[in-house]
């Protein structure tokens, strides 16, 4: 049997073995609320997908401990995911970042991450995110499914944006490189000052095929990776601006 395509870590030089974890859990999008807070609240009109984002794997043992705390759990713990995932963003620590433009999605999006990287130059791929659309339900396969810790039917439901993942300009060395990213939000709550924060999750995976200098090179056919992730958004700095990415590089 060939080897499992290999999930990112945080760190590039430790790019994690994915073990498959399913277990049944509620994912349907949890809506929480102090009640006792008198301060006015965010509007929230449902999910936006534009903005820069940073994306942990589901297959750091770190985060995932914290999602689902014992082997018997099947309720996902968000909120104390989210406040895990902040402590090494603000290292900064993840393991992708992606951009995406504003809807209607007339440009592409931008993805990143220091576990693709070019087997020459060692240097990360520009990676693009293609053909954005704007969904009402996901349609994972069975195959992807398979990356996420909890599974259950409302995992697919919801809004949610899809895109084709590539190489900028295809890349040097590189015959083909194509494949999907997914995702939607699946928690929010109300901050104290009315604020929203908010938890996403989904799935990644590009598949790159080496060309024939590559190959001569020792570095093997190709190279693939599939991960499900959490993501949560960038950080800002201190004039208020997301942290990340930008469109266009």
């Known amino acids: 049997m060939p080897p499992r395509p290999r999930s990112p870590g945080l760190d590039a030089s430790k790019t994690a073995k994915r073990a498959k974890i399913a277990e049944t859990a509620n994912?349907?999008?949890?809506?929480?609320?102090?009640?006792?807070?008198?301060?006015?609240?965010?509007?929230?009109?449902?999910?936006?997908?534009?903005g820069k984002f940073d994306l942990y794997a589901m297959i750091l043992p770190f985060l995932s401990k914290v999602y689902l705390p014992t082997k018997s759990s099947s309720t996902?713990?968000?909120?104390?995911?989210?406040?895990?995932?902040?402590?090494?963003?603000?290292?900064p620590d993840f393991s992708a970042q992606i951009v995406l433009p504003d809807a209607p999605y007339t440009?592409?999006?931008?993805?990143?991450?220091?576990?693709?990287?070019?087997?020459?130059?060692?240097?990360?791929?520009?990676?693009?995110?293609?053909?954005?659309?704007a969904v009402n339900k996901i349609s994972y396969t069975e195959h992807q499914k398979s990356f996420f810790l909890a599974r259950d039917s409302n995992?697919?439901?919801?809004?949610?944006?899809?895109?084709?993942?590539?190489?900028?300009?295809?890349?040097?060395?590189?015959?083909?490189?194509?494949?999907?990213?997914?995702?939607?939000?699946?928690?929010?709550?109300?901050?104290?000052?009315?604020?929203?924060?908010?938890?996403?999750?989904?799935?990644?995976?590009?598949?790159i095929s080496y060309s024939s200098l590559y190959k001569r090179k020792g570095h093997g056919s190709g190279d693939d990776t599939e991960f499900a992730f959490w993501a949560v958004r960038a950080r800002k700095d201190a004039n208020g601006k997301e942290i990340g990415l930008n469109l266009g590089s």
């Not at 999008?29 to 534009?50: L, R």
């Not at 991450?113 to 293609?130: F, G, H, I, Q, V």
């Not at 995702?183 to 996403?200: C, H, Q, Y």
């Open 155 to 207: 995992m697919e439901s919801g809004p949610a944006v899809t895109t084709n993942t590539g190489i900028i300009d295809g890349g040097c060395g590189i015959q083909t490189a194509r494949g999907k990213f997914m995702m939607k939000r699946v928690w929010t709550k109300a901050n104290p000052d009315g604020s929203l924060i908010e938890l996403f999750e989904g799935f990644f995976s590009l598949m």
């Open 107 to 133: 440009m592409d999006g931008v993805a990143g991450s220091r576990a693709l990287c070019d087997p020459m130059e060692c240097l990360p791929y520009d990676l693009s995110l293609e053909d954005i659309k």
């Open 76 to 91: 996902p713990q968000y909120e104390e995911l989210y406040k895990t995932i902040l402590t090494y963003q603000a290292k």
């Open 27 to 50: 994912h349907s999008e949890n809506i929480v609320e102090s009640a006792d807070s008198e301060t006015q609240k965010e509007e929230d009109n449902g999910p936006v997908f534009s």
